[in-house]
């Protein structure tokens, strides 16, 4: 069985620190999603990662796949308060690599 | 404008009174998804649908059915829903499944209280 870890599960910081959260997962994948979660609302696409040492930026954001390492990051530079919600990293597996499983989640806070 | 629309969004029923959950997208989508999102837990995708009349099983499917009749549209049903099946339910839809699977658009979701 898929297990995908993220840690932490919940992060509080100041606006201007930087943090990375990181998603390990337990199998074979080279397909690696991040998504963002604001209280009540839906999901929204943040990062699509499809090979190894694929890195993607937007804005305060970046996001690495290294799948040696079954290990994904998604580091937040000079963090501002319109960053806290919470972030789930997704891996793609089976004979199509159409099934995700995500990770539980971080909640990020960021105080001013 | 874009989008993934889910109906109803919320619903209050009674164990064993079926009901359908409608999903349907406009952008031409060929893979749809279901999830459900419990505190906790995380995400977990229920069924999914690579194209018209291909449907596969997530890691939660059981007391739920898909269909995928048209491209468009991917209703999840709930034959004889119990109060586990309590949750918030997310459809979602990408241009493809599998190896080139892009961005997935998920719709607004649907809180679903079974007593």
């Known amino acids: 069985e898929l297990k995908v870890e993220q840690n932490p599960l919940f992060l509080s910081m100041q606006e201007g620190k930087n943090y990375t959260i990181y998603c390990n997962y337990s199998?074979?994948?080279?397909?690696l999603y991040w998504y963002r979660q604001d209280p009540g609302k839906s999901l929204e696409s943040l990062f699509v990662?499809?090979?190894?040492?694929a890195v993607k930026q937007e804005g305060r954001l970046m996001a690495s796949l290294d799948t040696k390492a079954r290990l994904s990051t998604l580091h937040i530079t000079a963090a501002v308060h319109d960053l806290s919600a919470t972030y789930f990293c997704a891996v793609g597996v089976g004979g199509t690599a159409s099934k995700l499983t995500f990770g539980t989640g971080t909640r990020l806070q960021v105080t001013l | 404008e874009a989008q993934v629309t889910q109906n109803p969004r919320y619903l209050i029923t009674v164990t064993g009174k079926k009901l359908t959950v409608t999903c349907s997208q406009n952008?031409?989508?060929?893979?749809m998804s279901w999830y459900r999102q419990d505190p906790g837990l995380g995400l977990r995708q229920i069924y999914y649908s690579m194209n018209v009349e291909v449907t596969d099983k997530g890691d939660v499917p059981e007391g739920y059915k898909v269909s995928r009749k048209e491209k468009r549209n991917f209703p999840l049903i709930l034959e004889s829903p119990s109060p586990n099946q309590t949750s918030l339910y997310f459809c979602a839809s990408s241009l493809y499944g599998g190896a080139n699977q892009e961005t997935q658009y998920f719709g607004p979701g649907t809180r679903l209280l079974v007593l």
């Open positions: 952008m031409n989508h060929e893979y």
């Open positions: 990662l499809l090979s190894n040492g």
């Open positions: 199998t074979t994948s080279d397909r």
